[in-house]
């Protein structure tokens, strides 16, 4: 599958447009550290940007990604890759054994707190955001109450990673895309 094919695919089953930015976060999350890693940042960024493909249709946490696994079968996506995405849930019983699954575990939910740390600077943009502005808002348990800041820790100590590092990571490899984000704000492009 190709990545215009992929990109298609989530655009018929997410009408969310937060959600499809959230795609897009993990995707450049995903090819970032592909390349860091020398892997295939085709691979890695097709996994990033299907992974919450059926959320829309299947949004609970008993459905989702597994009622969305035969979709994905059906338009010719990889058996490797369903298993990865199937990987991203606990309770699928597919073990996150490989790099690129633990990769995909530690990038999801710490694009989410990333882009709500930018939305809430006076720039809402990416350009200017560091790793030391989302350790603040961290701290603060009252911002972003619903993200589950031990999953994120958990899922990126399994990673390998060490917490802020994997956060200036995944910013940089945000910057790239931001104004697909939405993240630009009030700055001009690097």
Request: glycine letters at 6%.
């Amino acid at each position: 599958m190709t990545r215009n094919e992929a990109l298609a695919l989530v655009r018929e089953f997410v009408k969310n447009e937060g959600l499809v930015r959230h795609m897009l976060s993990v995707e450049a999350a995903m090819r970032f550290y592909a390349e860091k890693f020398g892997e295939d940042a085709e691979a890695w960024g097709l996994l990033g940007l299907l992974h919450d493909f059926d959320w829309e249709i299947h949004p609970t946490l008993e459905q989702h990604p597994m009622d969305g696994a035969p979709i994905l079968r059906e338009r010719g996506v990889s058996e490797d890759i369903v298993q990865d995405i199937l990987s991203h849930a606990d309770r699928t019983g597919v073990p996150r054994d490989t790099l690129r699954r633990k990769a995909l575990y530690a990038c999801d939910e710490v694009t989410g707190f990333i882009t709500a740390v930018a939305l809430v600077r006076p720039s809402r943009s990416l350009y200017d955001l560091e790793a030391s502005s989302v350790k603040k808002k961290w701290k603060d348990k009252a911002f972003a109450a619903g993200a589950e800041r031990p999953h994120i820790e958990s899922a990126t100590a399994e990673f390998g990673m060490d917490q802020w590092e994997h956060v200036s990571n995944v910013i940089a490899a945000m910057r790239k895309i931001a104004p697909e984000l939405g993240l630009v704000g009030n700055l001009q492009p690097h």
